[in-house]
Structure formats: structure tokens, C-alpha cells
């Protein structure tokens, strides 16, 4: 197979498929040159739609060259292919956040601080270097072996130099999605990170969503009245009030990540 033949010459033994979409796949495979296992998106850019080839993907290439943190997936290299393929070489995880609260229920509460508080340490580093992922959600928070976040995914990713610079591209998931961008209107994307974490803390500590988001047009709604906790579920109050701060209502109202930093539950 072609594809095998180009990466076994450059080095590369592929392995299992641990992630496929419509017009990209991701596979592990053991690396010589980096003398570790690595995972390889394979993108094919001839099946993707023009829209993903030439505004996302690029930006998505843009952000992956330029970052550098400790809880951001590393990207060893780029390899272009003649035949419309592009290899994206990245350093490989165990699992994933939601994987690993399907195995375990929820996480337990000191678990939870210590994994959530990488995440705002990575999405803060992403802000201040004035770069929005909006697509924060369980299953782009990779976790390796020990447990050490790696935030993944910046196909929905861009530059916001301006404060606030609105977007107005629907992007993500809804359920981990703002009323704003749900409501269709413009939107401050630094204020869809924070809504996002609140949502993946939620999760975490509940093993459960927020809301029903079964049907996209009633959520906002349900977004407006106050969360409500699983009763065989204990969160203690500082974690209870940090959600529920994320998760205003009134993006004017959220704080900013670096707000959400110096939070005393994350201390």
C-alpha cells in the first residue's frame, strides 16, 4: 500500500487505526527516528470539502507549528504527499478523557483538580498566545500512561488578536457548546473555551452531561436554568460554584482563563 510504503521509507511501522473520520484516519505506529510510539493523522485532502481544505486545515497547520506546552499534543512533523495525503506525526497517548470516565464512572474529586487544572493551564497558554480551539471536549483531551492531559484537535482552531474578537463560524460540539453559538449569534470564542471546560468538568465529576442535548434547539433553554447534580453524586461546594461560574449564561459573565487560573479550588 502506498501509504504504508512512504512512512515505512521515512521510518515509520504502522499499527492499529485508534480513530477514523470521513476524510481522515489516525493510526498508531512505532517510530525509529523518534524512538517511541507515535500516532499518524492521515488526511485526505481529495475526499475532504473545500471548506476543510482551504480555511480549516490550514489554520489547523498554522496553530500545530507554532504551539508548544507540556498539556498540548507535540507534533513531531508534517509530510506531504503527491497524491493529496498529508501525514501529521504526533506524540501518542494511552487514552482519552471520555474513555477514561466510561471506565470509571466519574473521576475522583483531587483526580479531577489536578487533570482539570493542565487543562486551564493549556487553554490559558492558548489564549494569552491569542489562539481559540472551541472545540474543547472530552474527547480531545488525551491522557497518557500517568495520566498527564494533552489537549488534541485544532481543526476548529484560529487566531483572535482583537478583545473580544467575534466569531460567527458554528463550530464543535453542541453539547459542549455556549447559548451564543447555539443561538447563532456572534460570539466572543474565548467565552466558548470557558463554557466548554465547565462542561468537561462537569462531566468529569458527574460522569454525565450537563443537559439533554438530544435536541440542539431546546438546549439553550435548559442552558438558562441552574445545573442540577445526580443525587448518588458528591461534588464538593468550591467545585459546584467553579462549574456554574464557567457556565454563565451571559458570556460577559464568565470569566476569562486566566480568572479561571487563580480560582481557589484549583490552588
Known amino acids: 500500500m502506498y501509504t504504508e510504503k512512504v512512512l515505512r521509507e521515512m521510518g515509520y511501522r504502522l499499527g492499529a487505526t485508534i480513530g477514523e473520520g470521513s476524510y481522515s484516519k489516525v493510526k498508531l505506529a512505532s517510530s525509529q527516528k523518534h524512538n517511541s510510539e507515535v500516532a499518524i493523522k492521515i488526511v485526505d485532502r481529495k475526499k475532504a470539502p473545500h471548506d476543510f481544505v482551504h480555511k480549516f486545515l490550514p489554520r489547523e497547520l498554522t496553530l500545530l ?3 508548544r506546552h507540556n498539556n498540548i499534543v ?3 512533523e508534517f509530510i506531504e504527499v503527491c497524491n493529496g495525503r498529508l501525514y501529521i506525526v504526533m506524540e501518542a497517548a ?3 478523557l471520555l474513555q477514561k470516565i466510561q471506565e470509571v464512572n466519574s473521576i475522583p ?3 479531577a483538580k489536578t487533570m482539570f487544572s493542565q487543562i486551564v493551564s493549556a487553554v490559558n497558554y492558548l489564549h494569552q498566545n491569542n489562539i481559540v480551539h ?5 474527547e480531545n483531551v488525551l491522557l497518557t500512561r500517568d495520566n498527564q492531559v494533552k489537549i488534541t484537535d485544532f481543526g476548529f482552531g484560529r487566531f483572535a488578536m482583537g478583545y473580544p474578537e467575534l466569531s460567527s463560524t458554528y ?6 457548546a455556549p447559548p451564543e453559538v447555539l443561538l447563532g449569534v456572534p460570539y466572543d470564542p474565548k467565552k466558548y473555551d470557558v463554557w466548554s471546560l465547565g462542561v468537561i468538568l462537569y462531566v468529569m465529576v458527574t460522569g454525565c452531561m450537563p443537559y439533554d442535548d438530544s435536541n440542539v434547539s431546546k438546549l439553550p433553554r435548559a442552558q438558562r436554568k441552574a445545573l442540577v447534580y445526580p443525587d448518588d453524586v458528591t461534588v464538593e461546594e468550591p467545585c459546584q460554584q467553579l462549574i456554574a461560574y464557567l457556565m454563565q449564561f451571559s458570556p460577559s459573565n464568565r470569566p ?8 481557589s479550588w484549583l490552588q
Do not use: P
Open 256 to 263: 476569562t482563563i486566566q480568572q479561571v487560573a487563580e480560582q
Open 74 to 76: 507535540h507534533v513531531h
Open 65 to 67: 507549528r507554532g504551539v
Open 171 to 176: 463550530c464543535g460540539s453542541a453539547a459542549y
Open 94 to 96: 494511552a487514552t482519552d
Open 134 to 138: 472551541r472545540d474543547m471536549k472530552c
Open 109 to 111: 474529586m483531587a483526580q
